[in-house]
């Protein structure tokens, strides 16, 4: 099992930036990929960004980015003390949500596969993230 926790929600103006952490923790090393989701009031979740990697203890890995955001956030993982970041910037007010992390144990090598929440078999309980306009 790994844990998740999130941080780094807030309240912000449309314009601003937010960094979202999220501290794993437990088998990490059985992990091939870690993702963002959002989900709005009334709304599916939605995926945000992935990041993936063919072992834990890799420095190489590959992103992937909902068009919605690509160009205003980053993924990144910092692999030595197990955290994944999300980089928002210029956040509008249609990304108000909560944010979800997930890690998942599944490994294929296919564009757009940790797109669907169905890959992720652990999940944080999420940050809130509300962008004013």
């Known amino acids: 099992q790994v844990r998740l926790v999130e941080s780094g929600g807030g309240l912000v103006q449309a314009g601003d930036s937010l960094r979202l952490s999220c501290a794993a923790s437990?088998?990490?090393?059985?992990?091939?990929?870690m993702g963002w989701f959002r989900q709005a009031p009334g709304q599916e979740r939605e995926f945000v960004a992935s990041?993936?990697?063919?072992?834990?203890?890799?420095?190489?890995?590959?992103?992937d980015y909902a068009d919605s955001v690509n160009g205003r956030f980053t993924i990144s993982r910092d692999n030595a003390n197990g955290t994944v970041y999300l980089q928002m910037n210029n956040l509008k007010p249609e990304d108000t949500a909560g944010y979800f992390c997930?890690?998942?144990?599944?490994?294929?090598?296919?564009?757009?596969?940790?797109?669907?929440?169905?890959?992720?078999?652990?999940w944080g309980q999420g940050t809130q993230v509300t962008v004013s306009s």
């Open positions: 997930a890690a998942s144990s599944l490994y294929y090598k296919i564009t757009g596969y940790y797109r669907q929440s169905r890959r992720y078999d652990s």
């Open positions: 437990g088998r990490t090393f059985t992990t091939y990929a």
């Open positions: 990041i993936s990697w063919i072992r834990w203890s890799d420095s190489r890995s590959n992103t």
